[in-house]
């Protein structure tokens, strides 16, 4: 069935560095669903509105997110479609603490994680689960993977189906979520960050932590296996140079993840515009591997943070305006069925 992305955006509250620079807010969340320029915007009086699914003001908390923008789609995984959920934004907008949030804010991947293996305990007389992991960087268009980072430079591929996927990525099989939250920790750790001048730990790289959710009913003498894949996507802020003053290594960074979000920002532009055709997805290795969650067979969820402070108005423009376009965007979803040894729940049965 077709379905649109589901687009949301999430407002920051002013953080301390905004403050002490006596910054007014120059955007307002309108009845959860909107967002307007204020009296201190210089775009104010031009028209401005915006519309999403949904709109989370500065006092949202990151499970107000997860449970509107996150936890269908994760529960489609479990039933076997695919889901993607990602967060779009400038740098130190707050995607990483909206993906994994804090200690005391736990944010959509450790919420996520914790449902997951929920759901599990309950269905295990009726079903049968296996879960398997993955943690890729993609830093300078180079693919590397996080829980064994001597293994750099992967290689993408196409699997019979027409999926792309990451050759010779570590995925091991995990039991609960403690596991999976070890192999986050462990992954994180290995993260490319680096300091700029709007950002004390930029994340320098874009992250993709997929989980793979295979699930047999018992009773089923055919032994087919549904297979759901669901990509949690953390990426690299855009930014200015002229307000994160990088030079050197950090330069070259914001170059190459300007330009992969650049491409991202042009095939979703493509499929607004309904150009299934010439769709440019192999200009960057971030949009081949989102393929799917863009125009193809999975449930996909983009949310987009936003800074309210007048001196990012016009990369908070422009990110609203990309949220706009991603609206549009249709997706086509269907129950991944393997009948074959693809299946790991499948082999495992034979040995």
């Not at 889901?83 to 996520?112: D, L, N, R």
């Not at 879960?131 to 996080?146: A, M």
């Not at 920790?185 to 997929?210: L, P, Y």
Request: proline letters at 3%; one cysteine or more; aromatic letters at 6%.
């Amino acid at each position: 069935m077709a379905e649109n992305i589901c687009v949301s955006v999430r407002v920051r509250p002013l953080n301390k560095r905004e403050e002490e620079c006596s910054q007014r807010e120059a955007w307002r969340v309108v009845d959860g669903k909107s967002v307007v320029p204020t009296e201190h915007n210089p775009r104010n009086g031009q028209g401005y509105s915006f519309a999403f699914d949904n709109v989370f003001d500065n006092v949202s908390t990151s499970e107000d997110v997860y449970d509107k923008c996150a936890r269908g789609i994760i529960l489609s995984a479990l039933e076997g479609q695919n889901g993607t959920i990602f967060v779009y934004g400038q740098t130190s907008s707050g995607k990483t603490h909206t993906m994994q949030g804090s200690e005391s804010q736990p944010g959509i991947v450790p919420h996520g994680i914790s449902f997951i293996f929920n759901e599990i305990k309950h269905v295990t007389n009726s079903q049968e689960f296996l879960v398997r992991c993955s943690y890729i960087e993609i830093y300078n268009e180079n693919i590397t993977d996080l829980l064994n980072p001597k293994n750099s430079n992967l290689k993408l591929h196409t699997n019979p189906k027409g999926g792309v996927y990451v050759g010779n990525v570590t995925e091991p099989v995990i039991a609960n979520a403690q596991q999976a939250m070890e192999l986050i920790s462990k992954g994180a750790a290995n993260r490319q960050v680096g300091e700029t001048k709007m950002n004390e730990a930029s994340s320098r790289s874009h992250s993709i932590f997929r989980m793979v959710i295979e699930c047999r009913n018992k009773s089923d003498s055919s032994g087919a296996v549904m297979v759901g894949e669901l990509n949690m996507v953390d990426l690299a802020g855009s930014e200015r140079q002229s307000q994160t003053q990088a030079t050197g290594a950090r330069l070259k960074e914001g170059a190459n993840i300007n330009k992969s979000l650049l491409t991202l920002g042009n095939v979703i532009a493509k499929l607004s515009e309904g150009e299934q055709s010439h769709v440019p997805y192999r200009d960057s290795k971030l949009t081949r591997i989102l393929e799917r969650a863009l125009g193809g067979n999975s449930r996909t969820s983009i949310i987009c943070t936003i800074t309210p402070a007048a001196v990012h108005t016009e990369e908070t423009l422009s990110t609203l305006k990309f949220a706009t376009r991603a609206k549009t965007i249709k997706n086509t979803v269907t129950v991944n069925e393997v009948l074959d040894d693809q299946a790991l729940l499948r082999r495992y049965k034979k040995e």
